[in-house]
Structures are given as C-alpha cells and as structure tokens.
C-alpha cells in the first residue's frame, strides 16, 4: 500500500498524462467564436434544443471545454495539478452518443451524453485507461468526468468532475459546442 505522499504523486503523474495526451493528440485546440476569427456565430449551438436537433439530425457536433471557467465538484484539486490546468482546454465529438432521460436529484432530465476512452502504455510498460464523460442537460448545464485507471492494479489515479454551463460565445461560460 502506497502512502499518502506516493498516492498524490502517481495521481499528479496521471494528470500530466491527460495534459499530455490532449496537447499531443490536437484535442486542445482553441476554437472559440472570440479566439478564432475563422468561426463564425452560426456554428455556435447555445442551448440544448439546439444540441439535440443538431446531434439527432446526424451533423458533426464538437464540444470544446475550457477548464478555467468550469467548476471542479467534490475533493479540491491539488495545487500543482490546478496550475497543469490555467488555461487548459480538451474536446469532445458527439459521434458517438446517448440522448435520453436519466435520473438526477430524484427528478427525470433531458441528456445528451458522449464519451470517449483512451488506453495508455507509457515506456515504462505502465498501462493506464483514460476514460471522460460528458453529459449536457436540457437547463444548459453539462457535467464532464475523468478518471485515469490503472488497470493492472484496479486504483484509480485520478478522477475529477467539472461543472460547466454552455457559452453563446460571448461569455466565459466553460463548455462551447459547435456545429460543422
């Protein structure tokens, strides 16, 4: 059994992991109406109606999560792991995905859920399982979970949760979606 010290490091070491896998597969690019003059409002989806319509209509829908202007839910995050994250983005497609109702605080909500996993080996033969989940909610809310798994062991290095509400493109709301 690892102690305290040695289980902060391993779930730092995953987290750099994350950030290093999202800067190396091009999943951070920057893709906001305001950073990105190519990308025009038009594209933007603002509201879930118009996620649903747009997913269900089988149009290629992206979703790009700035991590500054979200909300970690539950344990705070480590000091040096919230420096690894100013300025942070990741994305997800909804080529894949769920819409349907699930149970949230003993009430049914509308929810469109995508998700990806990704398996890791590192050069030390160190195998790892990335697995996000984002789900958007029909009040305009979306909640996104990472968990970083270390299969051989069953641990879990790193899981988090963020908080995001969908931007118009004019605010600093964390979750963009577009519509190509």
Request: hydrophobic residues 40%; aromatic residues 12%.
């Amino acid at each position: 059994m690892m102690n305290h010290g040695g289980y902060m490091n391993v779930r730092q070491f995953g987290f750099v992991v994350f950030l290093l896998l999202l800067l190396f597969t091009g999943a951070n690019a920057q893709i906001t109406t305001g950073m990105n003059p190519n990308i025009s409002n038009t594209n933007t989806i603002t509201n879930f109606i118009q996620l649903v319509r747009a997913v269900e209509g089988g149009d290629d829908v992206r979703a790009i999560i700035h991590f500054d202007n979200c909300q970690v839910t539950g344990p705070e995050l480590p000091v040096q792991v919230r420096r690894r994250l100013d300025g942070a983005t990741t994305r997800f497609n909804f080529t894949h995905f769920f819409h349907g109702k699930e149970e949230v605080s003993n009430g049914l909500i509308d929810t469109v859920t995508t998700s990806t996993k990704i398996f890791i080996e590192r050069p030390s033969g160190e195998r790892l399982t990335f697995s996000g989940r984002l789900s958007v909610f029909e009040d305009n809310t979306a909640s996104l979970h990472v968990d970083f798994f270390d299969p051989i062991h069953h641990l879990h290095q790193l899981e988090v949760n963020w908080f995001c509400n969908i931007s118009n493109g004019d605010d600093n709301n964390g979750l963009v979606l577009f519509n190509f």
